[in-house]
């Protein structure tokens, strides 16, 4: 694979020989531009080969459509030098022409900017069955504006872009290639309406950063919980700003178990992704030759017609969510699994987590939770490691398959614990329960969610006054502006599925209250989500929510509130006839919405039923 700064050399002989020499497919990748460096790199490359009789295949990797002009164009030079042909990786072509291409043409040009998607392309093509294809529709994590409304709604637009590409225009199988948050389930989500052989292999998780103030190791939760001891004083902005250039030195996934890291770690544990697709760096080449394998075990789902739903079943599913309360992933796990299980036809509901976390031990406090990161885990053995700790008390279905073709119990055989102190034996587990819980009460009749494993233990039982607020916005505003106190138990409601819509997640007033040195005293509840690297007594997911006139709508300041995590209770001191008499009087607050967000709000369910749209009668 060359870099896209060797187009500037390509004209050059000593270049094109170098390449022709040592290469067959010789792939270069970059975003391909309208100008004459491509045409004098296929004539180099086409002249090079004539004159020594080389049979090497040069491959422009690039965003191309089959109807651009610039790809056209490209073509025409190439027919105009007598060249094979071309192809263009984008389902506008069937499987047995890309064999017969393959074999005839001197020029791919390939549909994609990214080495990562390049690798499995070749080695496909090693197997003569180059079937792959590639979804990109994604809402990057939109912090502290109105944007943060389409990030979990994106996800759906995900899982519908790629049904809809690969019906109109169908592949034999696919290579899914997520990272960020919503992208791994959505299109989990799109592999299961899908049913073809298709495999994912993550872009994969940073390196942790390092604090400029203590020289401890950070990632992203430390520096948004700086901006909350940087406004109370305790750090100063000089010091703020340069651990911000620190905190995520590389690229990837943020390296803590937030949620992109969670949910890929959980692909792995579903069988949807080879053994490290969670937990190998994105900067290590140990990443590069997962994809190469990638590629090769997508071509042996297709001869052995091995497909999503072979895979995603109700039993890995179950797998999933028992691996989530060892690793003690994100909450919004809790949002993801019971999607991917309504596409499956599999009623998931939110309090099995409850039974599973009873049985299943927290064996790792990764970032949030405690000091260690994504590469201290795949160090330790990885999700593999994890998964052979519970398996050997018989908390998981090893008959299960997985994209390699073998069972769980096969492909964890080999796998062990490298680093006790990362991945806590079962003997010596941080708690005999699981990650997660799920709440229920007064308050939230239909359930919430916690993330046990990140709250300190004096606040696994709480009882305080309600400071009520109608939006995020003015939360932040009263935590910043010195206004919350110890005890106090945050509510901030309207910012569910509907209400938000899009139920944004609630890292600010969450890092902000740790910053401020309230962690260990204050608890914040929401309607809305947070996101993976949110710690303390965060209670979210509350379901019904207010825009429905759930329980939560119907708080007043100063209401007590009281949380019993270890108990799953989470009730409003407030007698019934109190609540009847408010619901009453009670009206929704209607906010003013269009497009993309007005059709979501019509159509999305419940937080506990995973936020999936109403089918439509």
């Not at 792959?132 to 809402?139: F, L, S």
């Not at 398996?391 to 279905?397: E, H, K, T, V």
């Amino acid at each position: 694979i060359i870099p896209m700064s060797d187009y500037d050399k390509a004209p050059d002989k000593s270049v094109v020989k170098k390449y022709c020499d040592d290469y067959v497919n010789i792939l270069f990748t970059g975003r391909i531009a309208p100008n004459k460096k491509q045409e004098n790199l296929i004539s180099a490359f086409y002249y090079y080969n004539r004159l020594y009789n080389k049979k090497s295949r040069l491959i422009l990797a690039g965003s191309f459509r089959y109807d651009d002009p610039y790809y056209i164009r490209l073509t025409e030079y190439t027919k105009k030098l007598g060249m094979g042909g071309t192809v263009i990786f984008t389902g506008h072509i069937k499987f047995d022409q890309i064999l017969a291409y393959y074999k005839t043409a001197d020029v791919f040009l390939c549909m994609s900017e990214h080495e990562g998607f390049c690798v499995p392309i070749v080695e496909a093509m090693k197997f003569k069955v180059p079937i792959i294809a590639y979804g990109r529709a994604a809402v990057p994590e939109a912090m502290n504006h109105k944007g943060m409304k389409y990030s979990l709604c994106s996800r759906e637009l995900i899982a519908d872009s790629i049904e809809v590409m690969l019906t109109a225009h169908p592949l034999d199988a696919i290579v899914f290639i997520p990272n960020c948050d919503k992208i791994v389930p959505g299109m989990l989500l799109a592999a299961c309406r899908l049913n073809l052989p298709c495999i994912f292999i993550s872009g994969g998780p940073m390196l942790p950063g390092k604090s400029t103030e203590t020289t401890n190791r950070i990632g992203l939760s430390e520096q948004f919980e700086y901006v909350g001891a940087n406004a109370v004083g305790k750090m100063s902005d000089e010091n703020l700003e340069s651990c911000a250039f620190t905190a995520c030195p590389t690229c990837g996934s943020c390296s803590g178990m937030y949620t992109a890291n969670s949910m890929n770690c959980l692909t792995e544990a579903l069988g949807m992704g080879l053994r490290g697709n969670g937990t190998i760096p994105a900067v290590y080449s140990e990443r590069i030759k997962l994809a190469k394998h990638a590629g090769m075990a997508v071509m042996d789902m297709v001869n052995k017609g091995i497909t999503a739903r072979d895979i995603i079943t109700k039993d890995s599913i179950m797998n999933a969510l028992t691996v989530d309360m060892a690793l003690g992933c994100s909450t919004n796990s809790m949002l993801h699994l019971p999607a991917i299980a309504h596409e499956i036809g599999f009623d998931f509901d939110i309090k099995f987590a409850n039974p599973i976390s009873e049985k299943t031990p927290n064996l790792c406090h990764l970032a949030p939770a405690g000091p260690t990161y994504m590469e201290d885990l795949n160090e330790a053995g990885g999700v593999y490691a994890v998964m052979k700790e519970l398996a050997d008390i018989g908390l998981l279905n090893t008959d299960c398959m997985t994209v390699s073709g073998k069972t769980v119990g096969e492909c964890i055989a080999t796998a062990y614990n490298r680093n006790p102190e990362v991945i806590r034996t079962v003997d010596n587990a941080y708690s005999k329960t699981g990650g997660l819980a799920v709440l229920s009460g007064n308050l939230a009749p239909d359930g919430s969610v916690v993330k046990r494993s990140a709250v300190v233990p004096e606040m696994l039982v709480h009882e305080g006054p309600a400071r009520v607020f109608d939006s995020e916005e003015d939360a932040i505003a009263a935590i910043k502006g010195g206004k919350i106190v110890e005890g106090d138990v945050v509510v901030i409601r309207y910012e569910g599925p509907k209400g938000g819509p899009g139920m944004r997640e609630m890292l600010n007033p969450t890092s902000a209250i740790a910053g401020m040195g309230l962690g260990s005293s204050v608890a914040l509840i929401t309607d809305g989500r947070f996101s993976g690297a949110s710690r303390g007594a965060s209670i979210g997911h509350v379901s019904p929510e207010a825009a429905v006139g759930g329980p939560i709508a119907l708080v007043e300041e100063g209401d007590i509130i009281s949380i019993d995590i270890d108990n799953h209770s989470l009730n409003l001191k407030v007698s019934d006839e109190v609540l009847a008499e408010r619901k009453k009087n009670w009206t929704p607050k209607k906010k003013e919405v269009s497009g993309y967000l007005a059709r979501y709000a019509a159509l999305v369910t419940s937080a506990d039923k995973g936020a999936v749209l109403k089918s439509v009668e």
